[in-house]
Nanobody, 122 residues
Framework: QVQLVESGGGLVQAGESLKLSCAASGSIFSIRDMGWFRQAPGKQRELFARITSTGSTDYDDSVKGRFTISRDHAKNTVYLQMNSLKPEDTAVYYC????????????????WGQGTQVTVSS
């Protein structure tokens, strides 16, 4: 019914930039919050950037000032611009959306993308 597809991951050197995208498709009625999580080897998945339907954003201190989350409502897409990347940013990055379906317009649920690997070498 709903798919979230991430793209833009890869291997970069420390100090470089990457931009991730996550497009939601399917029988979507409305999307509220969208967010980016990441999971490093041996660690739990953690939320580090979030954007509401009105454009308000929130960041974890570990990425504040380096990463920027944005969204395109018309395309049901959320972006993550990552600058000044560090080796500790290496992880699998997942997008997440809190949305409702055409079949149940006022029931919201979380949906996940499949993840994209970001590796930052020193």
């Amino acid at each position: 019914q709903v798919q979230l597809v991430e793209s833009g991951g890869g291997l970069v050197q420390a100090g470089e930039s990457l931009k991730l995208s996550c497009a939601a498709s399917g029988s979507i009625f409305s999307i509220r919050d969208m967010g980016w999580f990441r999971q490093a080897p041996g660690k739990q998945r953690e939320l580090f950037a979030r954007i509401t339907s009105t454009g308000s954003t929130d960041y974890d201190d570990s990425v504040k000032g380096r990463f920027t989350i944005s969204r395109d409502h018309a395309k049901n897409t959320v972006y993550l611009q990552m600058n000044s990347l560090k080796p500790e940013d290496t992880a699998v990055y997942y997008c997440n959306a809190y949305l409702s379906l055409l079949s149940s317009r006022y029931q919201y649920h979380y949906y996940w993308g499949q993840g994209t690997q970001v590796t930052v070498s020193s």
